[in-house]
């Protein structure tokens, strides 16, 4: 079966401390991996995809994500978290071809302490 | 930088009546998507749309649901005979290349039904 998981419901870390949010999927082929983030009574912003190269992607608002194959993951970091990353992030996996559903995990709630 | 719009940003409707949630995608995108997320749960697909047909649909799209792109910009999707169910946050997405899967997102619609 076709899934996503996201272990964390709920992190909190501290302003200036580093991040990183879990995810694992399942897909039947070659999977196009993203992660959103949502704020609140907003909508899905794209912060970055994978689908080939460099297993190590670069996204917007500092943040990266790392393929591994081995482990069906993608996990999200950011070396430094600002209280304006304070959101909902969500993983999603597909197929490159448009058209077709993207499946997302349940997400996982970052709050930001001072 | 173009954005996907969604109109209303909440409908509340009564347990029995139609509805129709309407989306403006990016005006170059080719492929059209809704997706829906019930409060506390994941984001769920719906339906995807490209020249005028419907691509794909999940088991969530039933007989109550429909959409249309009745002009060259405005895409629809209507809920036939709404249900307390029904209750949720509406996305709209788009994507402008066959190739790539990369999927804009609105801002959602927040439908609540009494």
């Known amino acids: 079966a076709q899934s996503v998981t996201q272990p964390d419901i709920h992190i909190t870390v501290s302003e200036g401390a580093s991040l990183e949010l879990r995810c694992n999927y399942s897909?039947?082929?070659?999977?196009?991996l993203f992660w959103y983030v949502q704020s609140p009574g907003q909508g899905l912003q794209l912060l970055l995809k994978?689908?080939?190269?460099?297993?190590l992607v670069q996204g917007i608002k500092g943040f990266e994500a790392e393929f591994k194959r081995s482990q069906s993951s993608f996990n999200l970091r950011k070396p430094s978290v600002h209280w304006s990353d304070a959101a909902e992030y969500f993983c999603?996996?597909?197929?490159?071809?448009?058209?077709?559903?993207?499946?997302f995990g349940k997400g996982t709630t970052l709050s930001v302490s001072s | 930088e173009p954005e996907v719009t969604q109109t209303p940003s909440h409908q509340v409707t009564q347990m029995g009546q139609e509805v129709i949630l309407r989306c403006v995608p990016i005006?170059?995108?080719?492929?059209f998507y809704w997706y829906r997320q019930i409060l506390g749960q994941k984001v769920e697909f719906l339906v995807s749309?490209?020249?005028?047909?419907?691509?794909?649909k999940s088991e969530i799209f039933d007989d109550q649901f429909s959409v249309e792109r009745p002009d060259g910009s405005n895409f629809t999707l209507k809920i036939r005979s709404t249900k307390l169910e029904d209750s949720a946050m509406y996305f709209c997405?788009?994507?402008?290349?066959?190739?790539?899967?990369?999927?804009?997102f609105g801002p959602g619609t927040r439908l609540t039904v009494l």
């Open positions: 997405a788009s994507t402008r290349l066959a190739g790539d899967n990369e999927q804009f």
């Open positions: 897909y039947g082929a070659t999977p196009y």
């Open positions: 994978y689908f080939s190269g460099d297993t």
């Open positions: 999603a996996v597909g197929a490159m071809q448009a058209g077709t559903a993207l499946i």
């Open positions: 005006s170059n995108h080719l492929y």
């Open positions: 749309f490209y020249n005028n047909e419907i691509s794909e």
